[in-house]
C-alpha cells in the first residue's frame, strides 16, 4: 500500500538553527521510506515518509518544523523506524526502535566527524540547488543524494546536477524500485573507444529523455523516422565544451545510415545542466572516384520518382546539381562504368555516366541534337543505340566519348543520319583548309508563294546532306564552317553551287581571303589601341573584325597574322582611357 505524506526535517542531528529546505519524497512500503526529495531553491524541504524529529544540525542549516498533511490515523501505519535507524542510532540517547535493539550513543567527537562527513558531502549539491535555472529532474537527484548522506544509503539512479546521467555502478545492489526510463528514440547505437562510459551512459540518456530534441535533430540531418530501415548511429568522437573552467556542454560527432543508400553525418552538443539538444550536420567523406556516377532524368520525371529509381538501384545520392543531374555512388559490389551503362537511356533515365571514365580527345565528339525536333525520348535512344558516354551536356549540345576501339570521326558520320541529330563533329578534327567552307543560312526564306518562312535546323541539316558537306563548327548567327565529306569536287566549287541555294546568304572557301585584306582589318583595328578608347571598345573591334576574316574565308596562317600585327601596333596616348566605355 502506497502512502504518502509530508514531514519537514526539523533539527536533523545537533541543536541549531537555519534556514529550512523543501524535500519531496515518496513512500512505497509501509516497511521501508523510499526517499526521492526535490530541492526547491528558498523554501521548505519536505520528505514523504514518516516525520523525523530531533534537534537541528547547525552545519546543514535546518531548522526544526513539522507540516503533516495526511489524517492522523494513517500516521501509525507509517514504520519509518527501520529506514531511520541509522540516523535514529547516531543521535545523542536514541533508544531502541521497533525493528532493533537500541544502540549506545555516540560521543560528541564521532558526532563532528559525521557531521562534518555529510556537510562535505552535500556541499555541492545543496550550493547548486541554490541555481534558479536548475531543471526538476536535476532538483530530484540533488534532493536524493543529500537524503542519502544523511540516511548513510545509496540515492537512486537520478540524474546528475549537470543531467549528465546516471552514476557508474560501484557494485551495491540497486533499489528496490529504480527510475523507470522509456525506451530510446534510436536502439542502434555504436561508440568507438574514444568515448568514455560516462560519456556513452550521458548520449544515451539524451536518446530516452529528449525524443522531441532528437525528432527535431535527426529531421534537420536527414535523418527519417518514417524510413523502412531505422536508423542507426555510431559515435565517432566527442569534444568537452568548457565554461568558466568547467564542462558546460559535451559535442558528440556521430555517423547514421538507413541501409546502404543513406548515409550521412552531424554533431549534437548536450549541454549538461538541462541536457538540452543542439544538432548541426557534418559533411560526409566522398566515395572513391570510381565508385561515383552523375544520372541525368528525363524533364518529365519527378524528384519523388528520382529518388525511388535511385534507391531501386542501391544509389546512394551525394549531391543535387543545378540543372537536376544526381551524382550518386554505388552500393555492396557494383561498379559505377557497369551501372551507367546499364541504366543509361533505358526508362526514367536520360543518360548516366561514371565519374572516373577517362576518353581521350580522339574519341571525343560533340553532337548537337535539333532543338525543335529531338525530345528526351529521342536524345536518351540515340545516345544508348550508339554506346556514347557523355562527359558535358548544355542544352542540346553535348560532348560524348564513344567505346574503346571507336573513332570520332566514323561515330559523327553515323550521327548525322539520325533524325533528331543537327550535327556532330569529332573533337579532333584536322582535315585539310582546302576541303573547307564558310557558310552562313538565312533567317528567313521567302518561297513561291511570297509567304516568307523560318529556316529550320531541318532545312540546314538537309541542306548539307545534299551537298555532302559535314559540320566541323558552329561560328555562330547561322554561320558554320563546313567540310566537304568525299574529295569528288573542290571548296571552290561546293561554295559556288551553296550560293546558288535560296536558303544560303553567302558561301566562301576557305583561302579565299587576300593576304592585303588581313592588313587592312589589322590597320583599322589598330586604331582603336589606345585614348581616346577603352580596352573594351577595342576588343569589341577586334573581334568584329576577326569574324570578318573568317567570314570571307581566312586561312588559320592568315588569322595568326591578323593577331600578330594587333599586337604589334603601338599603343596611342600611352594607354586606354580608364573611363570611356567600361
Known sequence: MKCTMLAVLSAALLPGTGAAQTLRGRLYSPARVQVAPVLSPGVTMALTGSSLLAPAVPSMGLAGSLAPVLPLPAV???RAAAALAPVEASLPGAGATAEGPAMGPASPADQTVRLENISLAIAEDVKAAADPSLSMEAGQGAGQRIMAAVLGERPSVLPALGGAGAPQDDGQAAPSRPVRRSAPIVADVAFTEQVTPEQRRLFADTLGRRKAGWTRGMAQAGLKLDAPI???????????????GAIAKLAFSVEWNQGETRVGAFRVTVRLKDLNLEFSRLPVPEPPAEKVLKVSFKKSVT????ARFLEGRR????????DGTYWAAVTGGDEARAVAKEVSGVGIVLYASAKAVEIPEERRLTVVFKKSAAGDDDVAGVLRRHGLTVLEAKGGTYVVGVEEGGAAAEAARGLSSERAVFYAVAAKDDRPEGRQLIVRVRETVVMDAKVETAVTEDDVAGLLRRHSLEVMEDLGSGMFRVALSDGRTTNRAAAEALARSALVESAVAVGAAADKDVEGAATGVASYKGRPWSSTEYNLVYHQAYMGLV????????????????DEAPMRGGGFNPWSGD
Open 303 to 306: 524528384p519523388e520518382d528520382a
Open 315 to 322: 544509389l546512394r545520392v551525394l549531391r543535387k546539381d543545378w
Open 551 to 566: 567570314a570571307r574565308g581566312a586561312t588559320r596562317a592568315q588569322l595568326e597574322l591578323f593577331g600578330r600585327l594587333c
Open 76 to 78: 501509525p501505519a507509517l
Open 230 to 244: 531505422p536508423p542507426a548511429f555510431k559515435v565517432v568522437g566527442v569534444r568537452e565544451v568548457k565554461a568558466g
